[in-house]
């Protein structure tokens, strides 16, 4: 039952780790994307 529950836990935790990678890319990308904007501007 525990093994169980920390396979569950596990699994939310990577889920989050995963969306949270994908929201920093997603960041960076903007904020260069605007700096080169502001940059040719």
Known sequence: MAFFQ?????E?????????IYFIATLSLLSLYYS?????Y
């Open 36 to 40: 080169f904007y502001y940059c040719s």
């Open 12 to 20: 939310i935790i990577t889920k989050f780790f995963n969306h949270f």
């Open 6 to 10: 920390f396979r569950k836990i596990k």
